[in-house]
């Protein structure tokens, strides 16, 4: 058996802000979840439908490993990215660095692997590895997860080589921190002013405030978009509050990094985003409630209601984010 030593296998709740903190700590870098999700600018807004899709998706994030990318240029981190077709060079590129004593990052499809409790396609997972021996990988997954988990080798293979939504070839990371650390306090200004910016001036409607808006349109025509309402809808709730979230869209981990970032900096305008973002994290929980209910019930006057939030939610994301780009000012 392989395994790297000392590695603080402490799962979060969110999948790659779970790897992040378990290769940093490594690093002697103890960031907590909100401040490494903060500094990868890791807050978004998608509303994403199409015709091979069975029901839309609600995402709350940038598109997997932007976050990881956003963090080691803030962080000034060496982010060394391996992807190959090759199944044999693909296990080379973690065995290598789990030998020489540094966990790996991986970017896999969750369905294939041992310990996951939901049996969905997901290729944007992240998970750090930490060891191995003949028959099983040693990871950290998220708390929900199981934490320190493991999973058979073959069914680590599979996830790995997986294609389709999200996916990338056998894709795995080292992070390397440089000797002298920039503080985040200095990072935290342009990390939240890139986000804001990207939220408030989205490329489509689909992302955004304008996403977030679009969607309370079309929340209320959900019982008959979907096929089965009372598994669907409750299941899109599920997946706002529970799925690697942190709840309420991830939402509840950008109010605490911004709340972290008030202690940190004096700024009017960061208390009304810390403030609004209590507010909406608050209001995205009410509408996944309301989501849930209209399924079960089958009773769209709840989907109405939910957009009424979802409504709410634009705008209050929207002042707030206005509120936080002012901060480069």
């Given at each position: 058996?392989t395994?790297?030593r000392d590695?603080?296998?402490?799962?979060?709740?969110?999948c790659?802000t779970?790897?992040l903190?378990?290769?940093?700590?490594?690093?002697g870098?103890?960031?907590?979840e909100?401040?490494?999700?903060g500094?990868g600018?890791g807050?978004s807004f998608?509303y994403w439908d199409?015709?091979?899709?069975?029901f839309?998706f609600?995402?709350?994030?940038v598109?997997?490993?932007?976050?990881?990318?956003?963090?080691?240029?803030r962080?000034?981190?060496?982010?060394?990215v391996?992807e190959?077709?090759?199944p044999?060079r693909?296990?080379?590129?973690?065995?290598?660095p789990?030998?020489?004593?540094?966990?790996v990052?991986?970017q896999?499809?969750s369905y294939?692997?041992?310990?996951?409790?939901?049996?969905?396609?997901?290729?944007?997972?992240?998970?750090?590895?930490?060891?191995?021996?003949?028959?099983?990988?040693?990871l950290v997954?998220?708390?929900?997860q199981?934490?320190a988990?493991?999973?058979s080798?073959?069914s680590?293979?599979?996830?790995r080589?997986?294609r389709?939504?999200?996916t990338a070839?056998?894709r795995?990371f080292?992070l390397?921190?440089?000797?002298?650390?920039?503080?985040?306090?200095?990072q935290?200004?342009?990390?939240?002013?890139?986000c804001?910016?990207?939220?408030?001036d989205?490329?489509?409607?689909?992302?955004?405030?304008?996403g977030?808006?679009?969607?309370?349109?079309l929340?209320r025509t959900?019982?008959q978009?979907?096929?089965?309402?009372?598994?669907d809808?409750?299941q899109a709730?599920?997946?706002?509050?529970?799925?690697?979230t942190?709840?309420?869209?991830f939402?509840?981990?950008?109010?605490?990094f911004l709340g972290?970032?008030?202690?940190l900096l004096?700024?009017?305008?960061l208390?009304?985003?810390?403030?609004?973002?209590?507010?909406?994290a608050?209001?995205?929980?009410e509408?996944?409630?309301?989501?849930?209910?209209a399924?079960e019930?089958?009773d769209a006057q709840?989907?109405?209601?939910a957009?009424d939030?979802?409504?709410?939610?634009?705008?209050?994301?929207?002042?707030?984010?206005?509120?936080?780009s002012?901060?480069?000012?």
């Amino acid at each position: 058996m392989t395994k790297v030593r000392d590695v603080d296998a402490r799962g979060t709740q969110h999948c790659e802000t779970t790897t992040l903190g378990v290769l940093l700590r490594h690093q002697g870098v103890d960031l907590s979840e909100p401040m490494l999700f903060g500094l990868g600018s890791g807050l978004s807004f998608v509303y994403w439908d199409s015709k091979g899709m069975d029901f839309p998706f609600l995402g709350g994030r940038v598109k997997p490993f932007d976050l990881t990318r956003n963090l080691a240029t803030r962080l000034g981190l060496e982010l060394v990215v391996r992807e190959t077709a090759s199944p044999r060079r693909a296990w080379e590129n973690v065995a290598a660095p789990i030998d020489a004593g540094h966990p790996v990052g991986l970017q896999l499809d969750s369905y294939h692997l041992d310990y996951f409790g939901s049996k969905v396609h997901f290729g944007g997972h992240v998970v750090a590895m930490y060891g191995y021996d003949d028959h099983d990988a040693y990871l950290v997954d998220t708390d929900q997860q199981g934490g320190a988990v493991s999973t058979s080798l073959t069914s680590l293979a599979q996830a790995r080589a997986a294609r389709g939504p999200m996916t990338a070839k056998h894709r795995s990371f080292t992070l390397t921190a440089p000797t002298s650390l920039p503080s985040p306090r200095d990072q935290v200004i342009p990390a939240i002013t890139a986000c804001a910016d990207a939220f408030l001036d989205p490329p489509i409607a689909n992302l955004g405030h304008r996403g977030i808006d679009k969607a309370g349109k079309l929340v209320r025509t959900w019982l008959q978009r979907a096929d089965d309402p009372q598994r669907d809808l409750p299941q899109a709730a599920l997946l706002m509050e529970k799925a690697g979230t942190g709840g309420a869209l991830f939402r509840n981990l950008y109010r605490d990094f911004l709340g972290e970032c008030v202690q940190l900096l004096d700024s009017s305008h960061l208390r009304t985003g810390h403030g609004l973002y209590t507010e909406a994290a608050t209001l995205w929980t009410e509408a996944a409630a309301l989501i849930a209910k209209a399924g079960e019930a089958g009773d769209a006057q709840y989907l109405v209601q939910a957009g009424d939030v979802l409504g709410d939610i634009a705008r209050t994301e929207r002042a707030a984010m206005q509120a936080l780009s002012c901060l480069g000012g």
